[in-house]
């Protein structure tokens, strides 16, 4: 794994009007960083990234097949107990997931370390999928990577082949915070997918959404909500009145609800318990659990819910070293063993490995200039090269 400076593209202007993407012509694309590359062997993106990231997916199944049987699983991960039937019907109906991301620590040698996983509303999706393989195009074709360059990323296809293989009766309707600009260009680019695979969609707002006489959800046509992907996490429609009426609507969502469980951060301390040892994760606990002083002093202490490294505290040598700010917390912590992202040059890279239907099918990377990658993080394409 190296970190490979480049010239960007004589036509960036021009990608990020085609795309719609903001830019500045003394900072090019906000959030994008092209002025360099990451260059990785096909051993480390099949053995130590892509086989790893479906290793713990199949692992994470575990860990719901045990909830479906220890209602203290739920407890640990703070949902509410007026949840757990409809969240055990979904997974015991078989209802199937689209995408997820998983954050890990990489610097080119020995195991990747799992972070995280973003399991119910990921993003960076466009970027990793359509933006990063324009890039790797037109890179070659002006001369300014290798012409062997190729790229861990088959996730367009994957999930317009996913959407073609999901049963949805009538149209897809698609849904967001209509106030986050990140989560409606994602909602976009999913619906662009589904449409390729031959769906019909229809886009609204959350806060559109209905509930007719009968309980069902309806758009603002008062149509029938029939299948609904919501970029919208979990934990927010459960904690809304709105919530309420979710067992009774009748409708089925992408992501699935059982999709909770692994978007919590809660998830952590479980898998290590479960597979206490595993090469590609790291020890983790319940704050409070008396385990954790095996940490030492020196951790990672995450909420349970959070998004963009909100609330994130790095304590060395028993000092808070980084601590960022956020909503989050209230609903409890876990602690993490610290394994720092790696630093290359001033910036910390994070991989994230995108699963489509549970497989592990492409990446994109982050950088930031703090060990926790936030809301001023760049991306950064990456190639392969053998």
């Known amino acids: 794994m190296q970190r490979i400076p480049v010239k960007g593209r004589s036509a960036l202007e021009a990608a990020a009007a085609r795309h719609e993407f903001e830019f500045h012509a003394e900072t090019g694309i906000p959030y994008w960083d092209e002025s360099a590359y990451y260059q990785f062997s096909s051993h480390q993106i099949e053995n130590d990234l892509q086989g790893p990231a479906e290793e713990i997916e199949r692992l994470c199944y575990e860990v719901i097949g ?167 996490p979990w934990e927010w429609i459960m904690a809304e009145k709105f919530g309420e009426n979710l067992p009774a609507s009748g409708v089925r969502f992408i992501e699935p609800p059982w999709r909770a469980i692994l978007s919590n951060k809660g998830l952590l301390p479980i898998l290590w318990e479960m597979f206490e040892g595993h090469p590609n994760l790291l020890p983790a606990y319940f704050d409070g659990d008396p385990a954790a002083a095996s940490l030492g002093d020196t951790y990672v202490r995450k909420p349970l819910l959070s998004r963009q490294g909100a609330n994130i505290e790095i304590v060395r040598n028993g000092k808070s070293e980084i601590h960022n700010e956020g909503p989050y917390g209230a609903e409890g912590h876990i602690v993490q063993a610290f394994h720092p992202l790696p630093e290359i040059t001033g910036n910390y890279p994070m991989i994230g490995c995108w699963l489509i239907a549970s497989r592990a099918v492409g990446m994109g990377i982050r950088e930031d200039t703090t060990l926790v990658t936030g809301t001023s993080a760049r991306f950064v394409p990456h190639v392969i090269l053998d």
């Open 66 to 232: 045990r909830a479906m049987e220890d209602e203290t699983v739920f407890r640990r991960l703070g949902v509410a107990e007026s949840f757990w039937d409809y969240i055990a019907d979904s997974w015991h109906n078989q209802e199937k997931n689209l995408y997820g991301r998983m954050d890990f620590s990489y610097d080119g040698n020995g195991p990747a370390k799992l972070l995280e996983y973003n399991a119910d509303t990921p993003t960076t999706l466009y970027e990793s999928a359509v933006f990063q393989w324009e890039w790797l195009e037109e890179a070659v074709a002006e001369g300014l990577i290798p012409e062997a360059c190729d790229q861990f990323n088959e996730i367009h296809e994957k999930i317009v082949e996913a959407f073609s293989l999901l049963d949805i009766d009538g149209p897809l309707h698609l849904a967001s915070n209509a106030d986050i600009e990140d989560d409606r260009g994602t909602l976009d680019y999913i619906g662009e997918c589904a449409e390729e695979a031959g769906r019909t969609i229809r886009t609204l707002a959350m806060e559109d959404i209905g509930i007719d006489p009968e309980g069902r959800f309806t758009d603002l046509d008062d149509q029938i909500i029939k299948t609904l992907f919501k970029l919208y």
